[in-house]
Every structure is written in structure tokens, then in C-alpha cells.
């Protein structure tokens, strides 16, 4: 199993929440507008992602809208989860990267046995030229 598209977007959801979580730690409103349409523009380039992604930036999203209003201290509870929701996606993505890798360890298993199996055939097929290659070059004796 390769590792899917939305895999390689996530460290951008993940900036989004750094950001999410300075912001509620500062109280900073300036700049909430700019984030919640970061965090919308990462819904839309995360095609196929499982619903706790979707689950994790719609809790970002609530927390911006918070912090756009001023309530800093609910922000904070909704950050504090789209955090919880991130850890929990760190370790599925870091099961997809195991599973990829198992995946393709198998594969190459499988190459290296069938060109192991070819050996046999490929050294009496050298043989054989090699012995017709010294034929060809002996002159004939009359």
C-alpha cells in the first residue's frame, strides 16, 4: 500500500494547528480570518483522508472561529482536542508508513526470489556461449 495523497498534506494541517495553538495562547485575533481559510483550503486538499482528519479541522476550525470572537478560554479546549485528534492521526499515518514499507519489503522479497530462480538457467546459458565462443575461435586443424 503506498501512502496516500492526503498523507502528504498533513504536515501543513499540522502547521495550521502550531499556529492555532500560539494563537490561543497569546489571545491573538489578528490573522484568525487568514487561518480559517488556511484551514478550509487543507479541507479541500484532503481528498480520501479518514474522518478523523476531517474531525480534527473542523475542531481547528470551531477554535478559530472562538478566537475570532474573543473567547479565548473555549478556543483553548477545542485546540487542546484538534491536538488530542492529531496525535491520534500521527500514529495512523505512522501505522500507513509501516504497512507501505511491510508492503514493499514483500515485493522485493518476491523480485529477488524469482531472479534467484533465474540463476541456474542464466549460468548454463553462459556456459554454453562461453564454450561455443572458444569453438569459434580454435582454428581448425586438417
Not at 49 to 69: I, M, N
Request: hydrophobic letters at 40%; charged letters at 30%.
Amino acid at each position: 500500500m503506498e501512502t496516500v495523497a492526503w498523507a502528504m498534506e498533513w504536515p501543513r494541517c499540522h502547521l495550521l494547528l502550531e499556529l492555532a495553538l500560539q494563537y490561543s495562547a497569546t489571545g491573538r485575533t489578528h490573522g484568525c480570518d487568514k487561518l480559517m481559510a488556511r484551514i478550509e483550503e487543507g479541507r479541500g486538499r484532503l481528498d480520501g483522508a479518514p474522518d478523523l482528519v476531517f474531525s480534527f479541522l473542523s475542531e481547528l476550525s470551531y477554535a478559530t472561529w472562538l478566537l475570532g470572537r474573543n473567547e479565548r478560554g473555549d478556543a483553548r479546549h477545542h485546540v487542546a482536542e484538534a491536538a488530542r485528534k492529531a496525535t491520534r492521526i500521527e500514529v495512523l499515518l505512522q501505522r500507513l508508513r509501516h504497512s507501505a514499507a511491510r508492503e514493499r519489503g514483500l515485493h522485493l522479497r518476491r523480485q529477488s526470489a524469482e531472479l534467484q530462480a533465474r540463476i541456474p538457467e542464466l549460468l548454463r546459458r553462459s556456459a554454453q556461449l562461453l564454450s561455443r565462443s572458444l569453438a569459434v575461435r580454435r582454428p581448425i586443424r586438417v
